[in-house]
């Protein structure tokens, strides 16, 4: 098995992407798109900033995926609705004829990202009108390129330049549905055999809902694939870790352990941008469980902990009240978050605070998919957390917004200016809408609106980089809140974790090979990024089932000195659900007919023995001459003329009487060792 | 090892389904029902069947429900709290929602209405449904280690599911009920070819072939619209679920297309709850309702309105939904006192009443006055029509699911005994598959296949796994005389070759097949090779009488379409080349055409040295005092030796090249030996 890590991705929405070669198939996992490199591009708005390029916006893929054959691209696994916005890119190239797998709500959440992001950059075309030109824009030339601000030419040329080749043109909406033809859903915890020999299968990872962990089994192979996890969410059902115990090699590709211990992160793992908030910070447990004293139950409390649930509540509760004050003050809120599961978590808190606080203020959301995004979320009970799927079984809405729509507090509206909107439309208000990197959606318009109202409130999520989105918002006075939501496994629960699911072999991004030390019941491999890493096998036999066993008629063979029992064994091959069968053959061939295999040594004086019991005599005669120890002769005499030589490796039976060669070659086989 | 299948209902009934199925030390219960036939025990299977001593969690490893019916659930809040069964029990997501409603409802119309006792009570139902796991469609859940149980959608209702189940290497399928045809909100029954020992159908309609539902339909709204055209009032006793929904989308459906505006109420306590249900269920609808619903949810009717009960007198026509479906009390039996009196109204009824209900009485003949107590009676003068949707599978798609899966045998279950037995004898005789049709309480026994877990190595699995694309470019080696058809005997594509290894047995570990050459390995021990050999005297003078030619290479062997070896024949001699001392070289070419001439084969390799054919060397021998010659063959004639060597296996090909060489081949004319020949290395 090898591995090659292609980009260790930025964050939750561009997530790590791997190429795997697995039992001789080449699996893709992931395949995301960079859309924080966006930020390069001007919005369309008036006074943008100049230093941004002022051109319909391309986007950004994977770098080093361009440099594999789509032909040999045997399987893509998509774990989450993010990893799949680059798949259009991959699906349209005619040569690609891969299968590729995700659960059905990635699927659709997955579907309904896309074609926002399609209309959403159809602005653009109507700003700049078609592109006509074929091959660069003129953006990409290098005049240009050298006369970009240092900071933009590192995101759109990497290092080196290496990065130029990944920007690409988007896909259209035909592209995306072609693609959404391609694409094989799987509901919860449903089982696919691809090419009857590997066996998918994925297990909820609670980052959102219907993202997933994977595991692969081939017939030497158990191997998981371990994304960003949550444990407990707070919309999405939980990581399911207790399916993937015992599978022996772990690919661990949670990124975002660094991320959130990355920068001077303030209460409630949130920051205010352009100003100071001193308060502390909360200390993180970073010292690891110790690994040998741990007994099952106690590792499972202490992956429950239910810390990240509180803090991921006290956050929410921090951002509501400042989502009150602002809205106290009369200035109004803009949320341009992506994560669907924490705008509706945010969307039903901060209800439950307006509605405390008796305020009556009308709540946006703005999207071209509002209204199927949460028409989904309300008929996706399997892929929900346990106290959502309790409202089911009570025959109750699965979220709030239905109640909030019938009330007329919530209004959804595709675009900006939908023909309503208008008429409703008051201002404070709170807005949800995309997107998130500030240059694509209804935020950029509401952005510049209100980015000099200091009562105001944007709120962005960690990972986005502040100081360059808000690069065409300038002279920025409103207050602007970076929230940090947990992506994944916490750092200090992956030891514990590991120690659950006892894996053989676990394979780490080297990045995190200072920040854990690792108990010694697994071996582990770091990966780097565009390097491939050779990964040992960890069992030498396949294992086969022998179908009715009885049929086989096996006739065994006793070695009695080997302790051993040995047969034939004729059968039909088959490998079917990633098990490999033997059946009876219909037909099993003659056993005499087929060539015997012998070894050791004969003892001419037992065979001429065996012979003259079969009425057949002859003379031994011993040629020392020969090589190999020499040779043994028999010449028999009666009932026909024959000679059987015999030295350490081989017997030769000359004889021109076929009856007589074939009685010497069955008594042969009396006497040597052989099957 | 053997399945052991405990029928405990539904066993030549249709009612009470409950079927507990014992293979591999593991036991599972698919589905817990009651009979809504009878009253006293026999409502419930005889569980003490299971367990003489009533400790059932360790008997039972699991119970998996199929659909929330009462014929498949009603006994589970029995035997969970009242019989103490404490295990896993598994149904779909919508199951789970629906199976408490059904329950409750049925528990009310029992102990409220007709005065019994209750067998269990509201809070039996809720403690039994927190024990539950609910299940997706298809997902594969692995109950312990060697038990794994899926589901697969069913059709017959929301949620309805077939279960597969697999012990060991033993599996299953249980189907509950299903429908093959999709309907107005629910799809087809879906199960992939899977490798079954058994096969638990259904059988309610053994040897019927419906027609279609669409006619049902129709009649239905062809009646209800009559009504309503009249001024009359349509009175629509329904449960809650399911047969509610379907009417409801179809009349929606009716009144948009016909442009009606004839109001459609449902009764209070039936609607938004109900129907919040299937909307956030809608995934386990039919397509056609999931493909609309981010737009436009199905079940958000649009002509339908909540009724309220200054309505039952009000004048001019329109449709009422009401509870409880049998008309056993509650709103339905108010309201059917109100309208039954009047002959323009028109009342349904479902198709299936409790005895002792209204419904019931209703279906049983055509009363005119029913007696409530003694003291109020209604005189019925209304209509009645009955309702006969049935989502059950026919005889047809029976027969197709069992076709699909092909399992190794069949039991049938939920059907009238008589045509249980004729659809057992099609079974058997058109698809040859063993069936059976067990009464209640009786076991069957099924045989299972003995599979065996071995190792293999990667020698062994490398040389089969591969498709063997050899296949098509494998030659066959015929014997033929002159003038014989070719025998063209190419195996088919696909037909792999059979696997050959050599099973290691060892008491301490796991058997394990590995390849010839790693057996010698894993012993430790050195081939020893038999061959057999044979200096083989040539006479000139036949050599003579085979021409050859000499002038170029390219001639050797026959191309296809010259497959007839006559043609080898023709070419003219060459006398004064036959003279001359050949070389060793020439002398194997010569012996080639010969051998060429007598069978169909260009496989013969040649050397400088020898000829190879499979195991078989030919060289030329030119010692005069070979120790292998046995005697002077030569007769006199100018004869020449050649030694030829060869393993046991290619014995028979051997011996018929022996007797070509010796030139006595007239005996292989009716020779049509063929046999597989691989590709020669150049």
């Known amino acids: 098995m090898k591995l090659t890590c292609l980009s260790m991705g930025h964050g939750l929405y561009c997530p790590p992407c791997h190429m795997l070669e697995l039992c001789g198939f080449r699996v893709l996992l992931e395949c995301p798109l960079d859309l924080s490199a966006l930020t390069v591009f001007s919005p369309v708005i008036p006074n943008s900033a100049p230093d941004l390029i002022g051109a319909v916006p391309w986007y950004k893929t994977v770098k080093s995926l361009h440099l594999w054959d789509p032909s040999l691209i045997d399987l893509v696994i998509i774990s989450t609705p993010y990893a799949m916005l680059g798949l259009p890119f991959l699906t349209c190239l005619h040569d690609f004829s891969g299968k590729i797998y995700a659960t059905e709500a990635v699927v659709r959440i997955g579907c309904l990202m896309m074609e926002d992001l399609v209309s959403m950059h159809a602005e653009y075309n109507q700003f700049y009108g078609p592109d006509e030109r074929s091959g660069c824009p003129g953006w990409m030339e290098w005049e240009e390129l050298e006369k970009l601000p240092l900071e933009l030419r590192d995101i759109v040329m990497g290092k080196d330049g290496e990065e130029l080749g990944s920007w690409m043109p988007l896909y259209s909406a035909t592209d995306v549905k072609e693609c959404m033809l391609k694409i094989h859903s799987l509901r919860y915890g449903e089982e696919a055999c691809y090419n009857s020999t590997l066996i998918l299968k994925s297990f909820s990872s609670g980052l959102e809902i219907g993202s997933s962990n994977w595991m692969i089994n081939g017939p030497r192979r158990n191997f998981t694939y371990l994304s960003s996890s949550i444990f407990k969410s707070a919309h999405a059902m939980g990581f399911d870790y207790y399916s993937l115990r015992g599978n022996d090699l772990i690919l661990f590709s949670d990124l975002s352990v660094e991320m959130t211990h990355d920068g001077p992160n303030d209460a409630y793992g949130c920051k205010i941008y352009n100003e100071t908030v001193v308060e502390d910070p909360l200390p993180y447990h970073i010292s690891a469980v110790g690994a040998n004293c741990a007994s099952e139950q106690d590792l499972v409390k202490c992956l429950l902990e239910n810390d990240e649930i509180l803090e991921e509540s006290d956050k929410i509760a921090f951002i509501c009240s400042c989502v009150l004050d602002s809205l106290n003050e009369g200035g109004s809120v803009l949320i341009p978050i992506g994560r669907i599961g924490i705008v509706h978590f945010l969307l039903e808190k901060i209800w439950q605070y307006l509605e405390l606080s008796n305020m009556m203020v009308p709540i946006f959301m703005i999207s071209t998919i509002s209204e199927e995004i949460l028409a989904f979320m309300n008929a996706m009970p399997e892929w929900l957390c346990e106290e959502r799927q309790l409202k089911l079984f009570s025959g109750e809405p699965l979220f709030g917004h239905i109640e909030l729509i019938k009330e007329k507090k919530l209004y959804l509206f595709p675009v900006l200016n939908s023909s309503n909107l208008s008429m409703i439309w008051q201002e404070p208000c709170l807005v949800f809408c995309p997107h998130w990197n500030l240059r694509l959606g209804p935020a950029v318009h509401l952005l510049s609106r209100w980015h000099k109202d200091h009562k105001s409130l944007l709120i962005l999520e960690e990972g986005v980089d502040a100081e360059m989105a808000l690069l065409p918002f300038k002279t920025l006075s409103m207050k602007v809140l970076q929230c940090s939501f947990f992506a994944g496994i916490k750092l200090k629960k992956i030891q514990p974790l590991l120690e659950l699911l006892q894996p053989k072999l676990v394979l780490f991004p080297d990045r995190l090979k200072s920040q854990l030390n690792f108990s010694k019941n697994y071996t582990h491999l770091y990966y780097s990024e565009n390097s491939t890493l050779r990964v040992p096998c960890l069992k030498e036999d396949f294992e086969v089932r022998l179908m009715r066993y009885l049929d086989f008629k096996l006739q065994p063979r006793i070695l009695p000195h080997e302790n051993l029992a040995i047969a034939r064994l004729e059968g039909q091959f088959l490998v079917s659900n990633g098990n490999h069968l033997l059946v009876p053959v219909k037909n099993p061939t003659h056993i005499s007919s087929k060539q015997q295999l012998n070894w050791g040594s004969v003892d001419p004086d037992l065979l001429l023995q065996a012979l003259k019991d079969k009425g057949i005599d002859g003379l031994i005669s011993y040629d020392e001459t020969a090589p190999c120890h020499g040779v043994h002769s028999i010449h028999i005499s009666a009932p026909d003329e024959a000679v059987i030589e015999i030295d350490s490796k081989q017997t030769v039976i000359f004889a021109a009487n076929e009856n007589l060669t074939a009685v010497i070659c069955e008594t042969f086989s009396s006497v040597c060792s052989g099957i | ?682």
């Open chain 2, 1 to 682: 090892m053997t399945i052991e299948c405990l029928i405990l209902g539904a066993g030549q009934e249709v009612g009470k389904s409950c079927v507990v199925v014992k293979v591999g030390g593991k036991s599972i219960m698919f589905d817990c029902g009651m009979h809504m036939g009878y009253l006293d025990h026999r409502r419930y299977p005889d569980f003490s069947l299971i367990s003489q001593s009533g400790d059932f969690s360790s008997v039972i490893s699991c119970i998996v429900i199929t659909h929330f019916h009462l014929d498949h659930v009603g006994a589970l809040p029995y035997f969970t709290e009242v019989c103490g069964y404490n295990g896993p029990i598994f149904m779909t997501y919508p199951t789970k929602a629906l199976a408490p409603l059904m329950l409750e409802d049925y528990r009310k119309v029992m102990v409220e209405r007709r005065g019994e006792d209750e067998q269990f009570s509201y809070e039996h139902i809720i403690k039994c449904m927190k024990k539950v796991t609910a299940l997706d469609l298809k997902q594969t859940v692995n109950v312990d280690k060697d038990l794994q149980i899926r589901a697969y959608y069913a059709g017959h209702v929301l949620g309805a599911a077939m279960i597969y189940a697999k012990v060991g290497d033993s599996t299953m399928v249980y189907t509950g009920d299903y429908n093959m045809t999709p309907d107005r909100h629910l799809g087809a029954a879906q199960i992939e070819r899977l490798q079954l020992d058994l096969l638990i159908t259904e059988s309610t309609y053994a040897t019927t072939i419906r027609d279609s539902k669409y006619a049902r339909e129709t009649e239905f709204l062809k009646v209800v619209h009559n009504c309503i055209a009249r001024g009359g009032k349509v009175l629509i006793p329904t449960f809650a679920l399911g047969r509610a929904q379907e009417l409801c989308l179809l009349l929606d459906e009716y009144w948009e297309r016909m442009n009606l505006k004839v109001p459609i109420y449902f009764s209070a306590g039936l609607t938004i709850q109900a129907n919040m249900y299937y909307k956030m269920l809608i995934s386990w609808t039919s397509q056609k309702i999931k493909d609309t619903y981010a737009t436009h949810n199905a079940f958000d009717f649009k002509h339908v309105r909540p009724f309220e009960r200054s309505f039952i007198n009000a004048s001019g026509p329109c449709v009422l939904f009401a509870t409880p479906g049998m008309i056993s009390g509650g709103f339905s039996l108010e309201v059917f006192k109100q309208w039954a009196p009047a002959e323009i109204n028109l009342v349904t009824l479902p198709g299936y009443c409790v005895a002792g209900t209204i419904g019931h009485k209703l279906m049983s003949g055509k009363p005119t006055r029913i007696d409530l107590d003694k003291d109020t009676h209604i005189d019925v003068r209304c209509q009645i029509h009955q309702l006969s949707f049935s989502p059950h599978t026919d005889a047809k798609g029976i027969m197709d699911l069992v076709g699909l899966l092909s399992p190794q045998h069949v039991i049938l279950v939920h059907g009238e005994k008589p045509k249980m037995a004729l659809l057992r004898g099609r079974i058997q005789t058109e698809l040859g598959i063993q069936c059976y049709d067990p009464a209640n309480n009786e076991t069957v026994s099924i045989p299972t296949n003995r599979t065996v877990k071995i190792d293999a190595t990667k020698a062994f699995i490398k040389s089969y796994s591969v498709t063997n694309f050899d296949v098509l470019s494998t030659r066959l080696v015929g014997f033929t005389d002159s003038n014989h058809a070719d025998v063209e005997i190419l195996p088919t594509l696909g037909e792999k070759k059979a696997a050959e290894g050599i099973l290691l047995m060892d008491k301490t570990k796991r058997a394990k097949i590995v390849c010839e050459n790693e057996l010698l390995l894993n012993l430790g021990v050195e081939e020893h090779s038999l061959r057999l050999a044979y200096c083989c005297p040539v006479h000139m003078d036949c050599l003579e009488q085979t021409s050859y030619q000499s002038t170029s290479g390219s001639s050797i062997g026959f191309e296809k379409g010259n497959s007839s070896p006559a043609a080898a024949t023709s070419p003219e001699c060459q006398p004064e080349r036959s003279t001359c001392i050949l070389g060793k070289c020439s002398l194997l070419t010569t012996l080639l055409r010969r051998l060429e001439s007598q069978i169909w084969c260009k496989n013969i390799e040649e050397n400088p040295n020898y000829l190879k054919l499979k195991s078989i060397k030919i060289h030329s021998c030119s010692k005069n005092t070979c120790p292998y010659r046995t005697k002077d063959e030569s007769g006199g004639r100018f004869t020449l030796y050649f030694c030829c060597s060869w393993s046991p296996v290619d014995q028979d090909l051997a011996w018929k090249l022996i007797t070509i060489m010796k030139g006595t081949n007239t005996s292989l004319v009716q020779d049509t030996c063929t046999m597989e020949e691989e590709m020669p290395k150049n």
